[in-house]
């Protein structure tokens, strides 16, 4: 598995390196049974507010940021140097900081459940009717729990 993080800084609030953020991932697929392989690529974006309300915008038709968004691509989609792409993630983490505090949860493990969030998202899973957003967020529960992360709601 081959992860690429752009924008990303592991600063004193953030605290996460590469390979925790790859053991999350790599936590994801293994809990919903997601087989991958070292030619498979994940890119995480970290976006600032006004480039995720651009990205917002563009591909969701809604002019306001947001905290995540998780773009897919079509299956096998190469890359140019033979891996799978799985797709896009981008992540804002003023959004998710503001997040953070109003839920009064750790900005860190707020961080790792949008994580979460975007790569289901990725993976198929959505949260438009009932059934689907609870099954969704069971997963979430029991990844952030697996990861010692705490309760994501």
């Given amino acids: 598995m081959d992860l690429t993080l752009n924008n990303f800084k592991s600063t004193k609030s953030t605290k996460l390196s590469k390979s ?10 293994n809990t919903v ?17 006004d480039e995720m309300k651009v990205l917002n915008k563009t591909y ?26 799985i797709g896009e993630i981008a992540l804002c983490e003023e959004i998710i900081e503001q997040e953070a505090k109003k839920y009064k949860k750790i900005f860190e493990n ?8 975007g ?13 689907d957003q609870n099954e969704m ?6 990844i952030m729990k697996n990861i010692s ?3 994501p709601y």
């Fill in 110 to 117: 707020r961080l790792k459940h949008m994580i979460i969030h």
């Fill in 60 to 85: 969701r038709n809604q002019d306001k940021s947001t905290n995540v968004l998780s773009f897919e691509l079509p299956k096998n989609f190469p890359t140019g140097d033979k891996k799978t792409l």
């Fill in 33 to 49: 049974g997601y087989q991958f392989t070292d030619q498979h690529q994940l890119n995480l974006n970290f976006v600032s507010q």
């Fill in 20 to 29: 925790e953020i790859l053991e999350i991932v790599l936590e994801v697929f």
């Fill in 137 to 142: 967020e069971e997963i979430e529960k029991k």
């Fill in 149 to 151: 992360a705490g309760d």
């Fill in 119 to 131: 790569l289901l998202h990725l993976l198929g899973f959505d949260h438009m009717k009932k059934l």
